[in-house]
């Protein structure tokens, strides 16, 4: 950046804070943004991020402090401010029923310019997508709806643009595909302001906040802050501020299966129409195994899975999950089996106990066997006391070790987790490992999808599909040395990069 933008601030944000009743949104945060700079909120579900993305952009006002962009003020200024930003939110905001031209035609609209007006900023981003334009939006893959929405935000030509949690839940080719768009996008000289879960985007930021709890811990470049901690990455220094006494370093334990099978299925298929989303798949997973089941977005991973589930049937092939066929057996295999989705699905408006005798009843468990299972599960985790408070107002690391536990209730042989850490911090994502850890040394099978690498690696083998069809299966070692790569992260791009239903 020229010195001219080292000293003045496209968006200054002074001892600002936000409460919801007796929640403390944001505390006192205080940061400025240089004009031309990519700069990184990071920080997990609740630290207070949307709130603030919503006060910069005059969707809420602070109950104190003051924050400015572009020199505008986001509560006196806000209808003149509204014309200088661009704004995509965690959702997206695009219209699902709208193909993709009318959703650009539609947000050019809003801003009283022209497609044309705006067409050479979008330009490089619209070429992806342009192949599909006649296509609903709510049937874009999330790399496609991604770059749509992007377009959208950037249609009137904004000098700041801000993304909240813009790559949540999307696979990792499509996530660095997008972060390589914003370093464009910057060297336009547009000033960016962007939230995210993930320590591997902090380090593509030119200076970071790392955020907690509403308050901000520390902010400075990325390799700035891992050489002021002494530590080898973000995500451990993230760790560090959070927790200062938990273990730096991999997580990985050896779990030893025991080599009775515990889903075995031979060339499982699923076909819509002409369209075959799952490709004569044949794998096996042991019996307190912990298995990985990887794949890009589209890749087939929850048509899959819903197979497996006894929620939907196959079109060919066969398989057992725990002994049941998925065919003619699925009641059974729901009966023994559990399920942890992204959400944690748990009901917020119920108590924590009243939760426990949800799930016991539709695990058809006697009132006797809840009363019995449901107290262990809280002993286990310190949370008896707790047991009458409602599921809403306690912390998310706490939601996700209940959703985990509540999924373990009927003591089921296999756990199924679909993204269970997606949007928390590290510290609680190693606390969620530590548990299926535990889980998986008492001889439950866990099998696992996640978009976070690092996670991969804590799997005894993961299996990575592409286009339906799986195209890698082996332990993480093994598929490094295979592919010669440092990481399953880079196992993981040579495969999906190669993915044709990355549209």
Avoid at 32 to 37: R, S
Wanted: one cysteine or more.
């Amino acid at each position: 950046m020229s010195d001219q933008a080292t000293t003045s601030k496209a968006i200054s944000v002074s001892n600002v804070s936000k409460s919801y009743g007796k929640v403390k949104a944001i505390q006192d945060v205080s940061f400025d943004v240089a004009p031309g700079e990519l700069f990184g909120l990071i920080g997990p579900d609740g630290a207070g991020k949307s709130t603030l993305f919503r006060i910069l952009v005059t969707l809420l006002t602070p109950d104190s402090g003051e924050a400015t962009v572009e020199g505008l003020n986001t509560v006196g200024d806000y209808r003149r401010l509204r014309k200088e930003i661009g704004y995509m939110p965690g959702h997206f905001s695009l219209y699902p029923d709208l193909t993709v031209e009318e959703n650009i035609n539609f947000f050019a609209s809003i801003f009283g310019v022209s497609r044309q007006e705006g067409y050479h900023l979008i330009a490089p981003i619209y070429e992806q997508i342009a192949p599909f334009k006649d296509r609903p939006a709510g049937k874009l893959s999330g790399g496609m709806k991604q770059k749509l929405a992007l377009c959208c935000a950037l249609i009137h030509r904004p000098k700041v643009l801000f993304l909240d949690e813009p790559t949540t839940g999307v696979d990792a080719v499509s996530r660095q595909e997008f972060w390589d768009l914003l370093s464009q996008l910057r060297q336009q000289g547009i000033t960016i302001l962007v939230s995210t879960p993930y320590m591997d985007e902090a380090m593509r930021c030119q200076r970071v906040a790392l955020i907690s709890n509403g308050k901000i811990m520390e902010i400075d470049t990325p390799q700035g802050l891992i050489d002021r901690y002494h530590l080898p990455t973000i995500e451990d220094v993230f760790i560090h501020l959070m927790a200062p006494d938990k273990p730096i370093g991999s997580l990985y334990r050896h779990i030893t299966p025991t080599h009775h099978l515990a889903i075995n299925v031979k060339d499982l298929t699923k076909r819509f129409g002409s369209f075959t989303a799952v490709d004569h798949i044949t794998f096996s997973v042991e019996k307190g195994e912990i298995f990985g089941f990887l794949g890009a977005n589209g890749a087939g991973k929850t048509t899959a899975i819903k197979m497996l589930c006894g929620l939907s049937f196959p079109t060919s092939g066969s398989g057992t999950v725990a002994g049941y066929d998925i065919t003619r057996q699925a009641e059974e295999i729901k009966r023994h089996i559990g399920y942890m989705s992204q959400r944690f699905s748990l009901y917020d408006d119920l108590s924590v106990w009243q939760n426990i005798e949800f799930f016991g009843g539709i695990y058809g468990m006697t009132r006797q066997e809840v009363e019995k299972r449901g107290r262990e599960i809280l002993e286990e985790l310190n949370f008896y006391d707790k047991r009458h408070d409602l599921v809403a107002d306690i912390p998310l690391g706490w939601k996700q070790k209940l959703a985990f536990s509540v999924a373990l209730l009927h003591r089921p042989e296999i756990v199924f987790l679909d993204e269970p850490t997606g949007g928390v911090d590290p510290v609680v994502r190693r606390q969620f490992w530590e548990l299926i850890y535990q889980t998986a040394a008492k001889g439950v099978t866990i099998f696992v999808t996640t978009h976070y690498m690092d996670e991969a690696e804590y799997c005894n083998r993961i299996s990575i599909m592409v286009a339906g069809k799986i195209e890698a299966l082996d332990t993480p070692t093994n598929l490094k040395k295979a592919y010669g790569a440092q990481s399953i992260d880079e196992v993981f791009r040579i495969l999906a990069r190669n993915n044709p239903r990355n549209e």
